[in-house]
C-alpha cells in the first residue's frame, strides 16, 4: 500500500539523468517480456484457425490477431521513448511531447 508514493518520492529527489537510465532500463524490461510473450502468442493465433466464433462464424484467427499486432505496437512505443531518453541523455533535442489539455 502507498509503496509507488514512496518510490515516486525517491524517484523525484534523483538527477534527470538518474531518471532517464532508470526509465530506459524499465522500458527495455518490458520490452523483452513483450518478445518473450509475444512468440506464443502467435503460436497460438497461428493454430486457432481451426476454430471458428460460435456467434460470429469467423474464424478465431482475426480475434486473436489482435493480441500480436497489440504486442507489436507496445515494443514500437517503448523503443520510440527509449530513442528519446538516450537523446536526452546525450544532450540532443527531443522532440517536444504533447501538454496535457489541462495546463
Partial sequence: YRKH??????????????????EIFFAILTNII??????????YASWSYKIKASVLKIPYTYLILCFP??????FIHNSVWIYYYILEILGKKVP????????
Fill in 5 to 22: 508514493i514512496r518510490f515516486d518520492i525517491l524517484y523525484r529527489k534523483l538527477q534527470r539523468t538518474a531518471q532517464l537510465f532508470i
Fill in 34 to 43: 513483450l518478445l518473450i510473450i509475444l512468440i506464443p502468442t502467435i503460436k
Fill in 69 to 74: 499486432i497489440f504486442i507489436v505496437l507496445l
Fill in 96 to 103: 517536444s511531447m504533447e501538454n496535457p489539455p489541462w495546463q
